[in-house]
């Protein structure tokens, strides 16, 4: 009979863990990091974060060190694009003075997603002819060219991402309440057939 109950609690969790559509927070917080084609300055590294809330298909918080410069909500307008299997966040910069600032992070992923390699061949459809990271209006062509090989000078260049990928930081709250319940019905029968009867 025991063990029967505690079958029965072991199968409630699981199931309650497998309903579709309660694993997933209306907001989630991911780690990014990504590799550039062609280094500024000698630095083609781009790390951050960003928040994705995904009942209103917004960028909700976000925040990266490029080698320019820091993107965050003071310098930058954030647009979330979702489109044929593709996420895209596009931060247009906002300084008047700035020329052409624009950082662009293409995911081909299912929407929501715990993790994602960033979109490395041709952007597709409204991305396409698009540079992943711009500033100052200037060219990858003229900042190989005239500058030593690996060099832009600050406030100036545009490069392509080579690699970069961004992973979920934060549980989801469902999925966490869903997990207690669980636990807190198993031991509750293990608790009222076994420990506390004695």
Known sequence: MKVTKHL???????????????????SVTYDFTGTLATPFNGNGTVTGQFTIDFSLDAISAFDFTTPYSEVTASNYLPILVSANGFVGLEFLGMSPNS??????????????????????????????GDVALEVGGGSQVRCTSNFPQGTCPTGQGESLFESGSAVATTPEPSTLLLLGA???????????????SQ
């Open 99 to 128: 020329g052409a600032n624009d950082m662009l992070l293409v995911f081909q992923t299912p929407i929501p997603f715990t993790a994602a390699s960033l979109f490395i061949g041709p952007l597709p459809g409204s991305f396409a």
């Open 182 to 196: 669980g636990l807190a019905t198993l031991l509750a029968t293990l608790c009222r057939n076994r420990f506390c």
């Open 8 to 26: 029965f609690a072991l199968a409630a969790l699981l199931l309650a863990l497998m309903l579709p559509g309660a694993a997933w927070a209306d």
